[in-house]
């Protein structure tokens, strides 16, 4: 069994920045990505960003340059660093790992909200 426990969502006013982490642990066997996905209320989960191991990333468009995603490949946590928050980056951040010897194996975190309000 694998788990994944999110940490750093809070508050934050307009502009202001907020780190997020994610350590994974268990039956993971193999890494394959992680990442992070949002959902706003009543809104899709849509992804925020992944990154391999090996340091491949992938962004949503409209977030790069403000959020930045990093792996500690010997903790097996993933962080997302966000800069310059706007009202509209308000969501649960949920992270993600896929994994396994083929990587069809997924896991979730349970989420942790970021809220930017002044």
């Known amino acids: 069994q694998v788990q994944l426990v999110e940490s750093g969502g809070d508050l934050v006013q307009p502009g202001g920045s907020l780190r997020l982490s994610c350590a994974a642990s268990g039956s993971i066997f193999r890494i394959c990505t992680m990442g992070w996905y949002r959902q706003a209320p009543g809104k899709q989960r849509d992804l925020v960003a992944t990154m391999t191991p090996s340091g491949t990333t992938n962004y949503a468009d409209s977030l790069k340059g403000r959020f930045t995603i990093s792996v500690d490949n010997a903790k097996n946590t993933v962080y997302l660093q966000m800069n310059s928050l706007k009202p509209e980056d308000t969501a649960v951040y949920h992270c993600?790992?896929?994994?396994?010897?083929?990587?069809?194996?997924?896991?979730w975190g349970q989420g942790t909200q970021v809220t930017v309000s002044s």
């Open positions: 993600n790992l896929r994994y396994g010897r083929t990587c069809l194996s997924n896991a």
